[in-house]
């Protein structure tokens, strides 16, 4: 079993502590970034960056949905990482400074992949699919932040 990775990133017009804010804000703003592919979202403790527990199901293919619970915590200032209790997933945002008033936001999602050829074809696929959802939601920020 190997590592499966997909990362995603965006930048934007936006100073980074700003856009973090928005990212950190698992009440008001983070539902209103997220896709179809959501449902279910309910934010369950703290509601802010770190301490926060979210559930989601994420509907990654038509017959694939997961069913996730993550906790977050803020290892540096500019970082929030996303760790579910139901699966191997790890989600990792940074921000960072991109120009004198911009920031770049990057997503890495990482998780413990299948064996043999289904392993093959989620080291193959699942990346680019969550690539094409993380893309809608780093979209839906840049809608957000203006």
């Known amino acids: 079993m190997g590592k499966v990775h997909a990362t995603t990133e965006r930048t ?13 804000d698992y009440t008001v703003t ?25 559930h989601w199901k994420l509907q990654a293919t038509e017959k694939r949905i997961r069913d996730c619970l993550f ?11 996303e760790t579910d209790a139901n699966s191997s997933m790890v989600i990792t945002w940074t921000v960072a400074a991109n120009g004198p008033s911009g920031s770049k936001v990057t997503v890495e999602a990482t998780w413990t992949g299948a064996t ?24 839906n920020l840049a809608a957000e932040l203006g």
């Open 12 to 24: 934007y017009g936006a100073d980074p502590a700003r856009v973090y804010e928005a990212l950190a």
């Open 71 to 81: 906790t977050v915590t803020a290892p540096s200032p500019d970082t929030l990482v």
């Open 116 to 139: 043999g050829i289904g392993g093959f074809f989620e080291r193959t696929f699942a990346p680019k699919g969550l690539n094409r959802i993380h893309d809608q939601v780093l979209a």
């Open 30 to 54: 983070r539902p209103k970034l997220l896709p179809a592919q959501y449902s279910e979202y309910e934010v369950r403790a703290g509601g802010t960056g770190e301490g926060t527990q979210v």
